[in-house]
Structures are given as C-alpha cells and as structure tokens.
C-alpha cells in the first residue's frame, strides 16, 4: 500500500535572501516534478502545481480530442452558414 502524506510540518530553508522548501521524495515522484513548479496564490494559501507545457503538440491535441469523442456531424453546416458569400 503506497503511503499517502495529507498534511506535514515543515521547515522553511534560507536560501540566499529568500526561503524555501524541500518536497518528499515520493512526492516529487508521485505528481512527477522535476526542476520547476508553478506557485499560485489563492483564498485558502498557497497552491503548488506541478508546471504544465503550455505548447501541445499536434499529437497532443489528437490525442486529447480523441479521448472525448466529439461529435463533428454539425461541421457541414457551419461550413454552409452563407458567409463563404462575403467579400473580404
């Protein structure tokens, strides 16, 4: 069974003028982070995230639209809508 850590003490490390944090191990693992994250402010505190690629790739983006099996039978009909008539 993997360990779950819910909520943990930690310590603020000084480095150089500013603070920071050391991550578990199995966390860094577990949400696959690697050399940087993304810090965000909220409400409730501070949210960590793991720091997503904001370029997908056109594989990517097959993959992700596969995956929600859209329909596309309406496609003609917005292709036929009457502006191919305008002038540009």
């Known amino acids: 069974m993997e360990k779950q850590l819910r909520a943990r003490d930690i310590k603020l490390i000084p480095i150089g003028n500013s603070k ?5 191990k199995i966390l860094l693992q577990k949400y696959g982070l690697s050399n940087s994250i993304s810090l965000e402010e909220t409400d409730r505190g501070l ?8 370029k997908l790739s056109w594989e990517d983006t097959y993959k992700a639209m596969a995956h929600e099996e859209e329909d596309w039978n309406d496609f003609d009909t917005t292709l036929l809508d009457g502006l191919e008539d305008e002038k540009l």
């Open 20 to 24: 920071g944090v050391r991550i578990p």
């Open 47 to 54: 949210l960590l995230r793991k720091k997503e690629d904001s």
